[in-house]
């Protein structure tokens, strides 16, 4: 499928930019913290991700043998560029809002890279599939998500109370959300932009302006008059009072939480639940 940009005279989707990499140090590969050269060559980016793929797997309860698909990994290694900065999903002077392919939906897998699940023994699969959800939300930024997760983790972790077993789950968090602060910015760059070329759709497509505004609120009054059972009208107004309330990014975090707010109904909907329980 491809997006549905909305511009006469602007470029629907842009060659992409090619973003400063971080460094990482044996010493921190679980912690992000990186020092920034100049420029790194693919070959370290590689080894740098997958020795760090290779700690959170040891660190996993991994019983079943893992499918690792290289295609999809080595697609997304514009994650090694880190921290997932700026809001370049649309060219400048188009802004983005939720696609119009009605064959989109949320592709969630549990823990670990697409292809490459760990399966962990102290149900973290659920913040991960929450990160998987907000990563593939459109509007949303890494930062919140990444901030998000670590939160979930923690709380999944602390229900064990003091102990060994507390312990090795927030080991095990610590190390999967060190690695997707490091690696995640390409991956939700690449979530949230579409890729006609690749026939890849993303979470958003690109409109001028006012038309990415009518796209929220259609979205937005979709969703509250499928999900919440809403009157048309009362929908809209409703829409309307969450576009008024949240631009930018909060909006796109808004989206997310009212996703999972409505859980019940969108599990059902919106889904596609990859080898892992439908929970979130």
């Not at 990186?34 to 420029?39: D, I, L, N, R, V």
């Not at 400048?92 to 809002?97: I, M």
């Amino acid at each position: 499928s491809s997006s549905h940009c909305r511009s006469s005279n602007a470029a629907c989707c842009p060659a992409r930019r090619v973003l400063p990499v971080k460094k990482c140090k044996p010493s921190s590969l679980l912690t992000s913290r990186c020092a920034e050269p100049s420029a790194m060559s693919t070959w370290r980016v590689l080894s740098c991700a997958l020795v760090a793929l290779a700690a959170i797997v040891a660190i996993a309860d991994a019983a079943d043998p893992v499918k690792l698909d290289l295609n999809d990994l080595l697609g997304n290694m514009g994650g090694a560029q880190g921290g997932g900065g700026g809001d370049s999903v649309c060219p400048a002077g188009q802004h983005h809002a939720p696609t119009e392919d009605e064959t989109y939906k949320f592709d969630l897998n549990g823990c670990g890279p697409k292809g490459m699940q760990i399966k962990e023994p102290y149900g973290l699969y659920r913040c991960c599939n929450n990160h998987d959800l907000c990563f593939a939300t459109c509007g949303t930024s890494q930062a919140f998500c990444e901030d998000f997760f670590t939160r979930c983790m923690s709380k999944q972790c602390r229900s064990f109370g003091a102990g060994e077993r507390r312990e090795a789950c927030q080991k095990q968090a610590d190390g999967m959300s060190g690695m997707t602060k490091m690696f995640g910015g390409g991956f939700h760059l690449t979530s949230q932009r579409s890729d006609p070329e690749r026939g890849k759709q993303g979470a958003c497509d690109c409109y001028l302006p006012e038309d990415a505004e009518a796209r929220w609120l259609q979205t937005l009054t979709d969703f509250y008059a499928q999900h919440a059972a809403m009157e048309r009208d009362v929908a809209m107004s409703k829409a309307e009072d969450v576009m008024s309330k949240y631009k930018g990014h909060a909006r796109g975090e808004a989206y997310f939480k009212m996703i999972r707010k409505y859980g019940n109904s969108t599990k059902e909907h919106m889904f596609i639940w990859d080898e892992v329980k439908s929970d979130l």
